[in-house]
């Protein structure tokens, strides 16, 4: 499959995964071919768009990109059908990742917490400049692009950038307690 093919598919939809477009690619057999349909098809969705909704479109989709911290946990694919064995660490470790598992939605909600902890450390630790933070910020913005512009539209695409965003928000994390620290006292003395 041609890089555009993905561009093309990005654009449909919630931008992400489309079995009409998978299916037009596999039934062409040139590379040519392919690409002269992603781009006719990119074309199209353009124009039905327009600027300003190919704008609200990116929005939304940036929104599916990185608002789900479980990074679609079970949502698609049956991957996994095993049954919660009865006793253990092993049992307790399963209740919250497997389909049947009885803390599975408390899974979701840590995982949401941690997700929009880790969102406002990055976002408010902007004080923290070193060359290497700036590298990880850029690989933020970067990876975010790169969902906006290719296949994306679902968190779990986000999986791929979860070491940068890890590693940013433990650097930032310092300066973002102090920060709050200043603030509470300001509201203190007032």
Same mark, same amino acid.
């Given at each position: 499959?041609?890089?555009?093919?993905?561009? %093309?598919?990005?654009?449909?939809?919630?931008?992400?995964?489309?079995?009409?477009?998978?299916?037009?690619?596999?039934?062409?057999? %040139?590379?040519?071919? /392919?690409?002269?349909?992603?781009?006719?098809?990119?074309?199209?969705?353009?124009?039905?768009?327009?600027?300003?909704?190919?704008?609200?479109?990116?929005?939304?989709?940036?929104?599916?990109?990185?608002?789900?911290?479980?990074?679609?946990?079970?949502?698609?694919?049956?991957?996994?059908?095993? /049954?919660?064995?009865? /006793?253990?660490?092993?049992?307790? &470790?399963?209740?919250? &990742?497997?389909?049947?598992?009885?803390?599975?939605?408390?899974?979701?909600?840590?995982?949401?917490?941690?997700?929009?902890?880790?969102?406002?450390?990055?976002?408010?630790?902007?004080?923290?400049?070193? /060359?290497? %933070?700036? #590298?990880?910020?850029?690989?933020? &913005?970067?990876?975010?692009?790169?969902?906006?512009?290719?296949?994306?539209?679902?968190?779990?695409?986000?999986?791929?950038?979860?070491? #940068?965003?890890?590693?940013?928000?433990?650097?930032?994390?310092?300066?973002? &307690?102090?920060?709050?620290?200043?603030?509470?006292?300001?509201?203190?003395?007032?």
């Amino acid at each position: 499959m041609p890089a555009i093919h993905f561009i %093309s598919m990005g654009m449909a939809g919630d931008g992400g995964y489309n079995k009409e477009d998978n299916l037009a690619m596999a039934a062409r057999p %040139s590379k040519k071919e /392919k690409v002269e349909y992603s781009k006719r098809k990119i074309n199209q969705r353009l124009a039905r768009m327009g600027i300003f909704g190919y704008i609200k479109f990116l929005f939304h989709k940036q929104n599916k990109n990185s608002s789900d911290g479980s990074f679609a946990w079970l949502i698609e694919g049956h991957f996994m059908s095993a /049954k919660v064995t009865s /006793k253990g660490l092993k049992a307790f &470790v399963q209740s919250f &990742v497997y389909p049947n598992g009885k803390h599975l939605a408390d899974f979701r909600y840590i995982a949401q917490f941690w997700w929009i902890i880790w969102l406002f450390i990055i976002a408010f630790g902007w004080r923290y400049r070193t /060359k290497f %933070s700036q #590298v990880l910020r850029l690989a933020i &913005v970067g990876g975010f692009l790169y969902l906006l512009i290719f296949e994306g539209g679902r968190s779990r695409y986000m999986i791929q950038f979860l070491p #940068v965003f890890i590693i940013l928000a433990s650097l930032d994390s310092n300066d973002v &307690v102090e920060m709050i620290g200043e603030k509470m006292s300001w509201l203190k003395e007032e």
